[in-house]
């Protein structure tokens, strides 16, 4: 139980580590240098790590050279491809946090997470256990879907045994940016993120058969990450700089300066992968996957209704929670039952 209470407890600093890397990207001006922070101090973490539980500070990557042993000989070319889907999670939460709020944020790339990791099954893709499609986790993924649907106000709760639409309008207090048809952009590219989680989970997974460690796994996805982040920083000239809020800019106006806070995402990325990867091996992955998704729920209810780390204050209402509950209760059947 206390593992599980862990596993709550990580879960609920993901969102805040989307609020914060948010803040930062205002300081640095761009999504990609905001992303690129945040993974280079999580990478410092974890070859911190690296070094002192291994001794090497990438342990196991130079078994992908001349010398590999015949474990490792012939590893496919899109085991370096979980340190790029981590990116495009990072960067698409930064870009969706201030246009959908917290708890959008959260919801949306649980859907894709949990329709991508079923056709990872059912295919077998990235060296995936085949897994033949059975009805319970086919009616969880359906149940995840409608619990999204109640969770941004698109299907609201029976009302005398009915369903109905809201024809598609965000509440009127979502800190939405883009109103309107527009919305559904940002929300369909929020489902489109979710699926790069389960992307990057099934290759990890193998790089951690490869070196024998998820650990290791996570070290050098991270820094995959880091390098493909590094290129896009040179070759797109994004500015590194760290500035002040501009004089007449709205955080200006109200005496706000840099707090040190807006650092904090990459500690909490290095963090939950290393506890991920332990919990994995405690309880189970379908436990850990459950208990991370409840506590990103509670954080992002967190983050909305107190408005933390500089977010917008957002009402939680019933329909959200009834919307959560669903999630979980679909989830649940696709991790635990399927």
């Not at 070290?219 to 493909?228: C, D, I, L, Q």
């Not at 909490?268 to 309880?283: N, R, W």
């Not at 967190?302 to 679909?330: I, N, W």
Request: hydrophobic share 50%; proline share 8%.
């Amino acid at each position: 139980m206390l593992l599980v209470a862990c596993g709550i407890l990580v879960g609920c600093l993901l969102p805040i580590q989307t609020a914060a890397n948010t803040r930062l990207k205002m300081s640095v001006g761009t999504p990609i240098s905001a992303t690129f922070y945040s993974f280079l101090i999580g990478f410092s973490l974890l070859v911190i790590t690296s070094l002192v539980t291994t001794g090497a500070i990438l342990p196991g990557i130079i078994d992908f050279g001349a010398s590999a042993s015949p474990d490792y000989a012939g590893a496919p070319w899109w085991i370096w491809l979980g340190g790029v889907a981590g990116v495009g999670m990072l960067l698409g939460n930064i870009l969706l946090f201030p246009r959908l709020g917290a708890l959008q944020t959260v919801v949306l790339p649980i859907a894709g997470q949990i329709i991508s990791g079923l056709l990872i099954d059912q295919f077998g893709l990235f060296h995936a256990p085949h897994t033949p499609l059975t009805i319970p986790p086919v009616l969880g993924a359906l149940l995840v879907i409608l619990g999204v649907l109640i969770t941004v106000g698109v299907v609201r709760p029976p009302r005398s045994g009915r369903f109905f639409s809201s024809h598609s309008t965000p509440l009127p207090t979502e800190p939405v940016s883009a109103p309107g048809p527009q919305i559904w952009l940002w929300r369909l590219l929020g489902v489109f993120i979710g699926g790069f989680t389960a992307v990057q989970a099934s290759i990890n997974s193998q790089l951690g058969v490869l070196l024998s460690s998820p650990v290791r796994a996570a070290t050098v996805s991270f820094a995959v990450g880091v390098t493909v982040l590094a290129l896009l920083v040179i070759f797109g000239r994004q500015p590194l700089k760290v500035t002040q809020p501009k004089p007449g800019s709205e955080l200006a106006s109200k005496g706000k300066k840099n707090p040190p806070w807006m650092w904090i995402g990459g500690f909490i990325g290095a963090g939950f992968v290393t506890t991920q990867a332990i919990l994995v091996g405690e309880i189970g992955t379908g436990m850990t996957v459950i208990s991370a998704l409840m506590g990103m729920m509670v954080g992002s209810l967190l983050v909305d209704r107190f408005g933390l780390m500089g977010a917008p204050r957002v009402p939680v209402t019933k329909a959200k929670l009834a919307g959560l509950l669903v999630m979980l209760v679909g989830v649940a059947m696709v991790r635990l039952v399927g």
